[in-house]
């Protein structure tokens, strides 16, 4: 069987990333799967919607599940991922590009937001 060289590289970038890092890739792939949702109903594929939309929400479960409550901020970032979570199911059930839209725009920002605390940070 023959290795795929970007599997590879994929593999060893997440293993080797520091926590920031991975958490920037958490929110580079629920932006992704969320453009991918918004492709498929474009083409009023169903299944792909509903795929990738579950995808981007089991992202942000996990973005929910990492926060550490002793911080103060971590209850205002968890109220955020509750609403896009929302969001997220909402536009999976009605097939709502308005919707997704919505919850994508704001996981763009908290994106944009982490990496300008990683820049910060160095």
């Known amino acids: 069987m ?20 991975l958490t ?3 929110y580079e792939g629920a932006i992704k799967f969320c453009n991918k949702a918004l492709l498929a109903m474009e083409k009023n ?10 995808k981007a929400e089991k992202i942000i479960s996990e973005l929910r599940a990492t926060l550490d409550f002793k911080y103060p901020v971590a209850k205002e970032f968890d109220m955020v991922y509750d609403y896009i979570y929302r969001r997220l199911i ?8 308005e919707i997704l ?14 990496k ?4 910060r940070a160095k």
């Open 90 to 97: 909402d536009s999976n059930i009605k097939k709502d590009k």
């Open 101 to 114: 839209e919505e919850a994508l725009g704001y996981i763009r920002e908290m994106r944009d937001t982490w």
């Open 116 to 119: 300008e605390v990683m820049k």
């Open 24 to 26: 920037l890739m958490l």
């Open 45 to 54: 594929d169903i299944v792909n919607i509903n795929k990738n939309i579950i």
């Open 2 to 21: 023959a290795v795929n060289a970007a599997t590879i590289y994929k593999d060893n970038k997440i293993l080797t990333a520091t926590p920031a890092e």
